[in-house]
């Protein structure tokens, strides 16, 4: 094992132990796993620390590096036609090739019963929505347009369609937007937007090196809004038992655990390689004509993908078989005490904790604090996540006790997120966006979202109202950073300025003294 990879496996190994015992905890107390969901866990848990590991040293080594490579060569040609292609392309690529969407589409039968490409077309439209706006946030960097005004526009337009779709549609609208910007697509439009700004001279570039997921996750939401109002999707339905889906593995033994995860591991291989397979092609047909990397690059960038590769398809099938039972188990249990109260302040620190493991969280505070040159720290950054996610968590279980509409938490919300952009400074706005979208990723899908599934589904007796009240607690997730980074930037802005005040009065006293 190269020591790259071993400090790689650390790190997640402290990201991840934490949620472990908290769910080790809640299983010997107050919500007692069955032995076969007990194996699943443990077995994930495994998978995730070495998958994480993985990952993240191919991201460093493949993801960030070729896009910081086209970004750049993109702005070089100075040819806009060129660069909104090039951009629409890339969106469309790497939104079709993330995991976490195909999940959420296989959510939503109504959509695949009522449309004519079934699943394909969510999945589609989804895609579409990220290459035009990702074609978007990237001409407003080459054009230098404020990315509060556009963020501004863009989610009041979402608001206003809204009004015309279905509310039962809403929270799968909003929740598409987070789910869109996981571990396939953050790692390559992150570094798309630090090649495009690094071509940019003084502290604008700077400014403008974020932005690029932040607008890429609005876009999903506006496009999967007028695909219910094309189809005027009404109603759509969650048609999983989740009560059978539960007790799938109570029961199994050692061999039958086993099965599962084979079954795991064929499914995601193929899922990640259909994934990988468009950014692997992109890249050599840019490497055979632009010639930009040696070699020794060249091989460096294959090796990084098969980290990729591998950390992915461990990390994806350890979420997904060894996390989402458990997360649907502990939920229902949880809504069966005290009234399901217990629910928010679990949720609350599970919300803390669980950001941490999210790979894509680890490839955007690092590239903070590149960026930042280190004024913004990636431990500042995980500090401003964790409690922004901790916040949403506590959100989404009150919303299911409560039955409480998603507008009612999503409108002020975005409100406050919008009017602090007036007050905070603009690299922090671009962070703070960025930062939504990349701390709802799989982690959320696969373990916060069933958590809430099987929440819901006890105290509703049943599974009508999961759609309108277990599903948007994605969109909580992407909606609270927005509020806690840019509150973050806003006291990083007054400490600077009180710091620049102090050397200004010492330094009137020193030209005081010397005048005397």
């Not at 490409?117 to 989804?126: A, H, K, P, R, S």
């Not at 009612?408 to 930062?435: E, N, R």
């Not at 994605?474 to 102090?502: C, E, N």
Request: a positive charge; glycine letters at 10%; hydrophobic letters at 55%.
């Amino acid at each position: 094992m190269t020591k790259a990879l071993r400090d790689k496996i650390v790190e997640s190994l402290t990201s991840i132990i934490p949620i472990a015992i908290i769910i080790i905890l809640l299983s010997l107390t107050v919500a007692p796993l069955d032995t076969g969901v007990f194996v699943l866990f443990l077995i994930g848990v495994f998978l995730l620390i070495v998958g994480m590991g993985c990952f993240t040293l191919g991201a460093d080594m493949s993801m960030l590096v070729i896009g910081e490579k086209i970004g750049s060569a993109m702005t070089k040609s100075r040819k806009v036609w060129l660069i909104a292609l090039l951009s629409f392309v890339i969106g469309i690529i790497v939104t079709v090739a993330e995991p976490d969407l195909q999940i959420l589409a296989g959510q939503v039968p109504s959509v695949a019963e009522k449309t004519p490409l079934g699943n394909w077309l969510l999945i589609l439209t989804v895609a579409v929505g990220v290459g035009v706006f990702l074609t978007i946030a990237m001409l407003r960097i080459v054009f230098g347009i404020r990315l509060s005004i556009l963020l501004i526009v863009f989610y009041v337009g979402a608001f206003i369609a809204s009004i015309f779709v279905s509310p039962s549609f809403w929270a799968v609208s909003f929740d598409s937007g987070g789910v869109t910007t996981g571990p396939m697509t953050v790692p390559f439009i992150i570094s798309l937007g630090v090649g495009v700004a690094s071509l940019r001279a003084g502290k604008g570039g700077q400014d403008d090196s974020f932005g690029l997921v932040a607008l890429s996750s609005v876009g999903p939401i506006i496009a999967v809004l007028v695909l219910g109002i094309v189809f005027k999707i009404e109603d759509p339905e969650y048609l999983l038992d989740v009560s059978a889906s539960s007790g799938l593995v109570q029961n199994q033994n050692t061999y039958g655990v086993l099965i599962l995860y084979l079954r795991g591991f064929w499914d995601y291989f193929k899922e990640v390689g259909i994934a990988i397979s468009p950014i692997l092609a992109f890249f050599l047909f840019f490497q055979i004509f632009t010639r930009s990397f040696h070699k020794r690059q060249v091989l460096r960038i294959l090796m990084g993908f098969v980290y990729t590769f591998v950390g992915l398809v461990l990390f994806l099938t350890g979420a997904n078989v060894g996390f989402k039972q458990v997360g649907t188990q502990i939920g229902m249990e949880l809504a069966k005490l005290w009234g399901g109260w217990l629910l928010i302040p679990v949720g609350m620190i599970l919300g803390y904790f669980i950001v941490a493991a999210e790979p894509a969280v680890h490839v955007l505070n690092k590239q903070v604090e590149r960026m930042s040159a280190g004024a913004i720290s990636a431990k500042t950054m995980k500090r401003g996540l964790c409690i922004g996610v901790c916040i949403s968590l506590g959100l989404a279980m009150v919303r299911i006790l409560t039955h409480i509409s998603i507008m009612w938490i999503l409108v002020p919300g975005y409100a406050i997120a919008l009017i602090l952009t007036f007050f905070t400074p603009p690299l922090y706005t671009g962070i703070a966006f960025d930062s939504g979208g990349v701390a709802s990723g799989a982690m959320v899908s696969s373990f916060v979202l069933p958590l809430a599934i099987g929440a819901c589904y006890t105290i509703n007796g049943g599974t009508a109202a999961i759609m309108t009240e277990a599903f948007g607690c994605v969109a909580f997730v992407a909606l609270t950073p927005l509020i806690s980074i840019q509150i973050l930037g806003i006291l990083y802005k007054y400490k600077t300025k009180k710091i620049k005040r102090h050397f200004l009065t010492v330094e009137e006293k020193i030209l005081t003294y010397e005048v005397d």
